[in-house]
């Protein structure tokens, strides 16, 4: 079946540093999604990646879908103590399934 | 709108007790979904429906059901509660867009559920 990865499921850094987390799937997706989640909240939307090779951004953070639409990433350029939480990438399947499965997630801890 | 309305947000249940985590949305969504979020497993699906009278099984649909009598609801029923469903509950709603493209997820405020 379908899976998505997701490296790495922790990651410390001090305030002002880059971060980077990578979603892989084992299958073509048709879309993915980016979605943050703080500590005891709810995952909450970020962002959609449609086309191969598109990048959008959104002030710090830049998001990437690699170009056989298996890979993405997510990088927040100096973080700040706000971006604290789990990053989840959400791989859509589209066709008769149309099941939406999650990475395990990024963990991100900012020291500041 | 309220979007997508969980209740309730904690419950305890003793093992072999049933119940059902009610989940709403007003948003006219035709995708439904149910997750659990347990430490270091991310979000692992449940059921899912594409619209009222259609579900489908996720990837741990074992001693859950779920039922979408109208576009509004979906439920989401523990049969015989049992320690291994200790969890968080998200549901989810979104667009289903024609030909099953997906739109962005929108999640409840989750139930936590201990079984004892």
């Known amino acids: 079946g379908q899976q998505v990865m997701q490296i790495p499921q922790y990651q410390h850094v001090q305030e002002g540093e880059d971060f980077t987390t990578y979603c892989n799937s084992s299958?073509?997706?048709?879309?993915i999604q980016w979605y943050k989640q703080r500590p005891g909240g709810h995952p909450v939307f970020l962002i959609q990646?449609?086309?191969?090779?598109e990048v959008k951004k959104q002030k710090r953070l830049t998001f990437q879908f690699g170009e056989a639409k298996k890979n993405s990433s997510l990088h927040i350029t100096a973080t700040q103590t706000t971006d604290v939480g789990t990053y989840f990438c959400?791989?859509?399947?589209?066709?008769?399934?149309?099941?939406?499965?999650f990475g395990t997630g990024t963990l991100l801890a900012v020291q500041p | 709108n309220a979007g997508v309305t969980q209740t309730p947000k904690f419950q305890v249940l003793k093992t072999g007790q049933s119940m059902t985590l009610q989940c709403a949305q007003d948003?006219?969504?035709?995708?439904m979904s149910w997750y659990r979020q347990d430490p270091g497993m991310g979000l692992r699906l449940i059921h899912y429906?594409?619209?009222?009278?259609?579900?489908d099984q996720g990837e741990v649909p074992n001693g859950y059901n779920v039922s979408r009598s109208t576009t509004e609801d979906f439920p989401l029923r523990l049969l015989s509660a049992a320690p291994s469903q200790t969890s968080v509950y998200f549901c989810?709603?979104?667009?289903?867009?024609?030909?099953?493209?997906?739109?962005?997820?929108?999640f409840g405020n989750g139930t936590r559920l201990t079984v004892t």
């Open positions: 299958t073509t997706l048709s879309n």
């Open positions: 989810a709603s979104s667009y289903y867009g024609a030909g099953g493209g997906n739109s962005p997820l929108h």
């Open positions: 990646l449609v086309k191969s090779g």
């Open positions: 429906s594409v619209g009222a009278g259609i579900t």
């Open positions: 959400d791989g859509g399947y589209g066709g008769a399934t149309n099941k939406l499965i």
């Open positions: 948003m006219n969504h035709e995708y």
